[in-house]
Each structure stands twice: as C-alpha cells, then as structure tokens.
C-alpha cells in the first residue's frame, strides 16, 4: 500500500512495509473520559499538516538516540528499560527462585517469549513436585516484537533478568500494548 507508506514515511516512521488496506482515523480524550473518534479530513493525509509535522518531528527526535528520554516503568513486580535494540525487564521474584540454601536456582526459571515473539512468560517450577510453580509475570502482547533467539535471562540477587533483543530497533513507548500484564 503506496499511499499508506508514503503517509508513515512522512509522519516519520520511514521504511515500514504496509500490506493491503489501511485505515487512519483520529481520536480525542476530554478530561477523564475516555477516547472519542473525531473527523480526519482528506486535508490531514498530507505532508504539510500539522499532525503530520508534529508526528515526523517526535519520531526524528526518538530515533537521533535519546536515551535518557527513552520510556521506562516500573511495576509492583518488575521494573524496565531500553536502548535503542533491548528492552531489560527485571522481574522481583522474592526469593521464589531460591533453593533451600539461599541460592539462585536456574533450574526452576522458565522463561518464554510468545510463538511470535509477542509476549514475556517468567514462571518459576515450584520445588515440591505436587505443585505446578507460579508465574511470575505475563505480559502480551509487548509493544513491538522481539527475536527470542536473540533474547536471554539471568538471576541477579534472587531476581529474574530478562534481556530481549527488538526486531525493529525503535523507541518503544511503553512496555506492553494493551495494559495486560499480570
């Protein structure tokens, strides 16, 4: 879809590859409430428009490697970071993954990143062999996909530390897509 790429590449978000149709629409928040669709003119498709300037400016801003001003979060049970081709998630695990000594047990982190590299699975296999273990944390669908061959974990101070290489490396702005993580 020419056009549709031709609009991304201008808003800045050059080299995307768009398949069959494409809708653009627009949406406006009043104060506490929630997201109302509102009109987008034939007008607003253009390089010139404000919207466009104001998208093209912050996507050229995100990509000039800002860093300090990369999204990042923490959580009840995890906090996150970025560079411009990893996210680090840091999962709390509060001494769930310990074994009887006190010591880290790689053995019983299960970590997994979704079919499509869409999702961040962390459970722990419980020590009891009745028991099926706890997950630790889910979250899915992430922002944007990520190369589980490139991803990796490691136990640091009792926590589980989840390296995950971005596919498209970009700025994400948030961790998760739709608030899903449990």
């Not at 031709?6 to 997201?35: E, N, P, W, Y």
């Not at 010591?103 to 970590?111: D, E, F, G, T």
């Not at 961040?120 to 190369?147: H, I, M, N, T």
Request: net charge negative; aromatic share 4%.
């Amino acid at each position: 879809n020419s056009r549709a790429e031709a609009l991304a590449s201008a808003a800045g978000l050059a080299g995307l590859s768009i398949h069959g149709d494409a809708f653009v629409g627009r949406t406006k928040a009043q104060h506490g409430q929630q997201h109302k669709n509102v009109g987008f003119t034939l007008a607003d498709m253009g390089e010139a428009s404000e919207w466009c300037a104001k998208a093209r400016a912050a996507h050229v801003a995100a990509s000039a490697g800002h860093h300090g001003d990369m999204a990042s979060g923490h959580s009840e049970g995890y906090d996150w970071n970025q560079t411009d081709d990893e996210v680090e998630v840091r999962v709390k695990c509060g001494g769930l993954g310990l074994d009887k000594g006190g010591r880290a047990s790689a053995q019983r982190v299960k970590v997994g990143y979704g079919a499509r590299g869409d999702a961040l699975v962390v459970r722990v296999d419980s020590a009891d062999s009745d028991s099926d273990g706890l997950e630790l944390l889910k979250l899915a669908p992430l922002f944007a996909r990520v190369d589980p061959d490139g991803c990796a974990w490691t136990l640091d101070e009792g926590d589980v530390v989840v390296t995950m290489e971005k596919v498209d490396p970009r700025p994400w702005t948030k961790l998760v897509l739709s608030g899903n993580a449990h």
